[in-house]
């Protein structure tokens, strides 16, 4: 038992921080439904531009949809942004109610399972219930219905599927544990199911030896047959360490790393150990709030890693690459491509990325038929960086 291992698993922490007061103006027309992505067309969304979630969106559809496991308190698979974008599990839709059609262990797991309340129904629930959830949002900025007249679009809207997994209360918590062998049901789940991409927009500072056990078969172990992608928030309110699963060393863990106003990290960000670091936008993102047709504008390193997940879907579903497997494409587009772009945040901001971290820009995947086109808007001028 190693002194990491001390703790149980400490607490489950979701990286949200707040409404962002400088971007309430925006606020007012995001409940109009009568647009087509209405926060889109009014330029809320800058960051599936600053994404280049158009590369990500497919002319046709993907040829073969990443499912993208999403763990939190639960969503609201009935949001309008949602309801069309959700991974769902065809036995249990075309079998009977309340008989495990599909023979996993779980009874009408129709988009996931709620490993709290051990329940099909994966909504957000106590004080969470019809309001708005973490969770939800989460879910909306991975893969949110593009082009459908309401709400927003997200990178993964053509190319993800959503699959809920309620791992924790409403919100999180700091009361909430996050409980091993609840993450450890619901990792095996999600990878049994295929799920290839999972996203965690939450940290916990303890873990154990079969927790560990379990990332590593997914994220480390060599030709695992449950190989998926995990993507990890990195907090940004000044913790001192970047907490699970984040702090893992395993090959197939990507971190997303937040960058708020001006292109910098954003500020209170904990160092990162080094590795797949990706930069992604945590500041004035809009995303799915209350059921059935709310939104909200929030900050935060969880928008970061959500929307990065996303990203990943939306590149990884499309013709170029979806015959890669979890190795390849971790080698071939995140190791070979993302990381190695010349755009990157303002280096010398924080000073223990003196290098800058690259950001998950999916221009770099730009191919002839698919163009960058939002990529290359100018953006508002600035003065140069000494
Ligand atoms: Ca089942
Ligand atoms: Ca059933
Ligand atoms: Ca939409």
Wanted: negative net charge.
């Amino acid at each position: 038992m190693t002194r990491r291992h001390r703790a149980a698993a400490g607490l489950w922490l979701l990286l949200l921080t707040g409404s962002y007061p400088d971007c309430q103006a925006q606020q007012a027309p995001l409940d109009d439904a009568v647009n087509n992505d209405c926060a889109y067309r009014a330029g809320n969304l800058w960051w599936v531009d600053y994404v280049a979630g158009s590369l990500a969106w497919s002319d046709h559809k993907p040829v073969k949809p990443v499912i993208v496991a999403v763990f939190d308190d639960g969503a609201y698979v009935d949001h309008e942004d949602l309801r069309n974008q959700l991974w769902t599990n065809e036995a249990e839709a075309n079998g009977t109610a309340g008989v495990d059609d599909d023979g996993n262990g779980y009874v009408d797991d129709l988009h996931g399972w709620d490993f709290v309340d051990n329940s099909p129904d994966v909504a957000p629930k106590g004080e969470c219930r019809g309001r708005f959830s973490h969770g939800t949002l989460m879910a909306s900025l991975v893969g949110a219905e593009r082009n459908n007249g309401v709400g927003i679009a997200a990178a993964g809207s053509d190319g993800a599927r959503l699959m809920i997994l309620r791992v924790v209360g409403c919100h999180g918590g700091v009361d909430d544990t996050a409980d091993p062998k609840r993450l450890i049901r619901a990792l095996d789940y999600a990878t049994r199911m295929g799920a290839r991409i999972l996203s965690f927009s939450a940290h916990w500072n303890a873990t154990t030896p079969d927790l560990d056990q379990a990332f590593a078969e997914i994220a480390d172990r060599p030709d695992s047959p449950r190989a998926a992608i995990v993507v990890a928030s990195v907090p940004n309110k000044g913790e001192p360490a970047a907490g699970y699963p984040a702090a893992y060393r395993f090959r197939r863990i990507v971190r997303a790393i937040p960058i708020g106003n001006e292109d910098i990290i954003s500020p209170g960000t904990t160092q990162a150990p080094p590795g797949l670091n990706l930069g992604a936008p945590s500041a004035c993102v809009i995303g799915a709030g209350a059921p059935p047709d709310h939104y909200r504008l929030e900050q935060g390193s969880s928008n970061s890693t959500a929307i990065l997940a996303g990203l990943l879907a939306g590149v990884w579903a499309a013709p170029p690459y979806a015959k890669l497997n979890t190795d390849e494409f971790l080698a071939r587009v995140v190791q070979e491509r993302m990381l190695r772009t010349k755009r990157r945040s303002q280096p010398g901001s924080r000073t223990p990325y003196l290098d800058g971290v690259p950001l998950a820009d999916a221009c770099l995947l730009e191919t002839e038929r698919r163009t960058a086109r939002v990529c290359h808007q100018p953006g508002p001028q600035r003065e140069p960086r000494k």
